[in-house]
């Protein structure tokens, strides 16, 4: 199965452990993870540990880790370069944009959203340097980070494993299930913008009231 041109189980099976934390490492503690796909891998590498092909306890604990430490990487980053971040101009790994979006999600819910980030694709990746720059209590920040890391982590691969497991022939939806998966996923970042456009456009026509 395939996400954007890149097989999943293919990619699992030949980079094993080493490809998944490299990934999650990445998506939560580094710019360039910011397009990977790191809830449905996390899904398809539980589904794989059901078939065999991984060991479910090892899987989720290491990917724990890699979440933890990507998140505390992240907030070193941010904490260290402060608020020049967003004057940094866009390229080829960065778009300004992305971090305007996390930075919307952390004045919104402040340190929990290092938390619900875990589940929102893009925003997952600048959470945590935007705790950083923001210079969070650090033992605040490490509290939802590891809250964050153990939902996501084990709840994914878990329901990929348990998945697995119980339904036969689960590998014939696995493509829906994951499309679903990344559906869910980007859904409060739409409802989101949607609000915001709405709020927008109230602002526009009460202005316009009172022009007139």
Known sequence: ME?????????????GYTGLL????AETGLFLGFFLPGDSLLFV???????????????VSLLFVAAVTGNILGYAFGYKIGPAIFSKEDSLLFKKAHVTKAQTFYDKYGGKVVMIARFIPVVRTFAPILAGVAKMHKPTFLFYNIAGAL??????????YWLGSSIPNIDHYLLPIVGAIIIISILPGVVHYLQ???????????????VM
């Open 45 to 59: 590498a539980g589904f794989l540990a059901s078939q065999g092909f991984l060991n479910i306890w090892a899987l």
């Open 22 to 25: 490299g990934v999650v490492f």
């Open 151 to 160: 939902v996501w982590t084990f709840g994914l691969t878990v329901l990929g």
């Open 3 to 15: 996400f954007l041109g890149f097989n999943l189980v293919d990619f699992i099976k030949a980079a």
């Open 196 to 210: 915001e456009r709405k709020k927008s456009q109230k602002g526009s026509v009460a202005h316009t009231i009172e």
